[in-house]
Nanobody, 124 residues
Framework: QVQLVESGGGLVQAGGSLRLSCAASGRTFSSYHMGWFRQAPGKEREFVAVISRSGGTTYYADSVKGRFTISRDNAKNTVYLQMNSLKPEDTAVYYC?????????????????WGKGTLVTVSS
């Protein structure tokens, strides 16, 4: 089992920045690819970013590319999502997820473990 706890969400004005954190406990953190997903009100959960076990490979959704950066610190069992130039359409609950497979995947049904989410609200 892997337990994931997100933090760092909040209310920010458009154009602002936030950094989300996801602390992991349980099995070896470095064994998992880590992803961020989000779900806006009335919409399905969507992929945001993923990072490989070593941190050497990252993928981003087109909607956040160039604005968001995913990173991880395996010594601290933590994955981060730095969000810059935030837009009102980034408003959502952001979820951290862990994937224990060999391949780096970007679909929500590939994830093995999920956090409970943290709310990000971007005002215009």
């Amino acid at each position: 089992q892997v337990q994931l706890v997100e933090s760092g969400g909040g209310l920010v004005q458009a154009g602002g920045s936030l950094r989300l954190s996801c602390a992991a406990s349980g099995r070896t953190f470095s064994s998992y690819h880590m992803g961020w997903f989000r779900q806006a009100p009335g919409k399905e959960r969507e992929f945001v970013a993923v990072i490989s076990r070593s941190g050497g490979t990252t993928y981003y959704a087109d909607s956040v590319k160039g604005r968001f950066t995913i990173s991880r610190d395996n010594a601290k069992n933590t994955v981060y999502l730095q969000m810059n130039s935030l837009k009102p359409e980034d408003t959502a609950v952001y979820y951290c997820a862990a994937d224990g497979s060999i391949l780096v995947r970007t679909t929500s049904n590939a994830m093995d473990y999920w956090g409970k989410g943290t709310l990000v609200t971007v005002s215009s």
